[in-house]
């Protein structure tokens, strides 16, 4: 165990505390967060690393649809209006399953959020992850927290600038990766990245990537805190998702107040001393440049490096983690409780310790089982079942479609051997990527009636095979004929059948079949 006069006293000051907070068109003073290490640093090393490597590398994965279909795993093709995802295609009509995509992400946000607070903000949004990248640069360039301080306040020299060129430019090669690596899921990404280079591409393509680099290099490298802070609405639409079993980062002061830097002098005089040494670890590497000793702020984004940083400087004290932690309003109250003595007086740690010193088996600690509540179940549910739902509709589609439409003008032809002629416009769509046969018949109440194709050289007759190209729609014209004295009525229902002639899908379409008034 280490004495406290050996813990490294860091001058931080909170930048967005809630007690010096500036107007918002005051001068912005940047913030210098210190390189954490621990758990929480990890995790969000791992998906630093899981969520850029699916946005820079997902455009090179390859996925053999035949050869009709581009072999891009994920692809959003535009000029032929389909978005491909691995073995999965999606047509401009079957929209509904990217909205229920988004449905989906939206409730999964809000159990998140609901479940563990603002996790999406501190782990996986893009703005969190950027910014850790760029920081990752930055540190590796002009050194942690103290060199950085001291070269942003040093005179501008050679040194320095050559320091802050090659910082900028690697930010602005990020940038540029970025913009790039978005294009490249609109277009096949190797030809599009040799036409790109030689200036073949088109002019969209080159704005695209000035637009997003542009937007990355100054939220992720300049503005950085001041991006979730006063841009991002999510803050002030978290709340409502919050309540008292949420867990959130939060300092528990019913073990750490007083907080006090010469804790030992003041134990020996007999007063009432806290965990918390007021070493300003937990400011130092915030990102956000907040004080998680002033309590639940707007500004945190609960990404849980003051927990490394305080639980750090807890080992080396030799004293229990957790004095900045993961908790819920309910436990915190508990705690809160029982150091006070329900109330009546000012928070005493020693009321949360057994005579050992060690903590309380009274003090609430989290658990898994209280997550699980009426709240979190429902949004579970509900994103299950639309999750559920997707997952059937995409599994019983049917790629063959048939849409007909009826001649307006005229909606009839009497022909010279009395027999009537409705002609209609039908449009055969094959979904997969392979040449695919079909038969075309009618079916229904439509007595002696036959039917021809347009151009087809075929003879008028009851059923036609007609050849689909993959992955294309197919228009033809058709003439339906009844004979003279079989209309049953001015307007008789039938339907258009199209079968897959290798088995399986069929789709069908009800038309009707017109005749003047005098042909009953």
């Known amino acids: 165990m280490q004495d406290q006069s050996e813990i490294i006293r860091l001058e931080a000051d909170a930048v967005n505390s809630a007690r010096t907070r500036q107007p918002l068109y005051a001068p912005r003073r940047k913030i210098f967060p210190k390189r954490a290490s621990g758990d929480f640093r990890r995790f969000k090393w791992i998906v630093m690393a899981i969520t850029l490597g699916i946005y820079y590398l997902t455009p090179w994965l390859r996925w053999d649809r035949g050869p009709f279909a581009p072999d891009q795993a994920v692809l959003i093709d535009l000029v032929n209006r389909r978005f491909y995802f691995f073995f999965i295609e999606i047509w401009p009509q079957e929209f509904f399953f990217v909205a229920g995509l988004l449905v989906m992400a ?15 903000c501190g782990y996986t949004c893009p703005q969190t992850v950027w910014v850790d990248l760029f920081l990752v640069v930055e540190r590796a360039i002009e050194g942690d927290r103290n060199a950085r301080i001291k070269l942003d306040a040093a005179p501008w020299s050679c040194r320095k600038i050559v320091t802050r060129v090659i910082k900028h430019t690697i930010w602005l090669c990020i940038a540029v990766a970025t913009g790039g690596a978005w294009i490249f899921y609109f277009a096949d990404a190797p030809k599009l990245v040799a ?5 073949a591409a088109v002019a969209s393509a080159y704005m695209t990537v000035a637009i997003l680099t542009a937007t990355t290099y100054t939220l992720g490298g300049l503005m950085r805190e001041q991006v979730c802070t006063y841009m991002c609405p999510w803050p002030r639409i978290q709340a409502a998702m919050l309540d008292e079993t949420s867990l959130t980062v939060t300092y528990n002061d019913w073990r750490g107040e007083p907080r006090s830097r010469h804790a030992k002098r003041m134990a020996l005089a007999g007063k009432s001393v806290g965990d918390c040494v007021d070493c300003d670890a937990c400011v130092a590497v915030c990102p956000m440049g907040i004080d998680i000793r002033d309590g639940q702020q707007l500004e945190c984004i609960t990404c849980a490096l003051c927990i490394d940083a305080c639980d750090g400087v807890m080992d080396k004290l030799g004293k229990e983690r957790g004095l900045i932690s993961y908790t819920t309003l309910n436990d915190y109250n508990a705690n809160m409780a029982l150091a006070t003595a329900g109330g009546t007086r000012l928070v005493n740690p020693a009321l949360v310790r057994d005579p050992d010193g060690r903590l ?5 600690h989290i658990s898994l089982r209280k997550l699980f509540r009426l709240r979190t179940l429902i949004y579970l549910g509900v994103w299950s079942a639309i999750g559920l739902f997707m997952v059937y509709a995409l599994l019983t589609r049917n790629r063959l479609e048939l849409n ?11 022909l010279s051997d009395g027999s009537i002629r409705n002609g209609y416009t039908l449009k055969l769509l094959n979904m997969v990527p392979r040449q695919r046969s079909v038969r075309l018949s009618l079916k229904g109440a439509l007595p002696a009636a036959s039917m021809s194709v347009l151009g087809s050289g075929k003879p008028e007759g009851g059923a036609f095979d007609i050849e689909l190209e993959p992955d294309r729609l197919k228009t033809i014209k058709v003439f339906v004929r009844q004979a003279a004295g079989q209309a049953a009525a001015p307007f008789q229902e039938f339907k258009f059948v199209i079968e897959d002639n290798a088995g399986g899908e069929r789709a069908d379409y009800t038309a009707t079949f017109n005749a003047p008034e005098t042909a009953q």
């Not at 036409?195 to 200036?199: A, E, I, K, L, Y």
């Not at 309380?360 to 609430?364: C, I, L, M, P, T």
């Open 360 to 364: 309380s088996n009274k003090v609430a």
């Open 106 to 120: 939206g409730i999964g946000l809000f159990l998140v959020t609901s479940t563990v607070g603002r996790a999406w």
């Open 404 to 414: 007909v439409l009826h001649d307006r003008n005229p909606q009839f032809v009497v």
């Open 195 to 199: 036409d790109f280079v030689t200036g």
